[in-house]
């Protein structure tokens, strides 16, 4: 990824926290408040676009950008798991760790530096296909 790459301990912390939000967030949530994971995760996005409104009176910068950044991060999982299935998120879970080696492997190996490389990448991403 044009950032900093990707290594086994990132993919695996990506992975904990993607399997945290469906385990803990949706399937212990439902269960212990007797909703379907339909509905948990329709009020988990509300909640979430709330919290976003708000996360501007976080006075330091760097906390903001970080905490709004995680909670959109979350929030576009949960539209995801939403989208293909809670029954798939295992496959959804293996496929985004899939995309990030992907997209790191890509960059790294073929594009970085030379002409229209985010372009090229943004390309390649679009070609990619995610479970479900």
């Known amino acids: 990824m044009p950032l900093c790459g990707f290594n086994e301990n990132m993919l695996d912390g990506l992975k904990g926290f993607h399997k945290g939000l469906v385990e803990h967030g949706i399937i212990d949530r439902s269960k212990l408040k007797n909703k379907t994971a339909s509905d ?8 979430m676009d709330r919290f976003l409104k ?26 995801l798991i939403n989208k293909i299935g809670l029954d798939k998120y295992q496959e959804i879970i293996s496929s985004l ?16 530096g030379k002409k229209d490389d985010m372009k090229k990448l943004v390309e390649h991403l679009n070609k990619i296909k995610i479970g479900g």
Request: charged share 40%.
């Open 40 to 47: 948990i995760i329709e009020n988990e996005i509300r909640d």
């Open 97 to 112: 760790n899939k995309i990030y080696f992907e997209m790191d492997r890509k960059y790294y190996k073929e594009l970085e």
């Open 54 to 79: 708000e996360t501007k009176n976080i006075k330091d910068s760097e906390i903001r950008e970080i905490i709004g950044n995680l909670t959109k991060y979350a929030r576009s999982f949960y539209l």
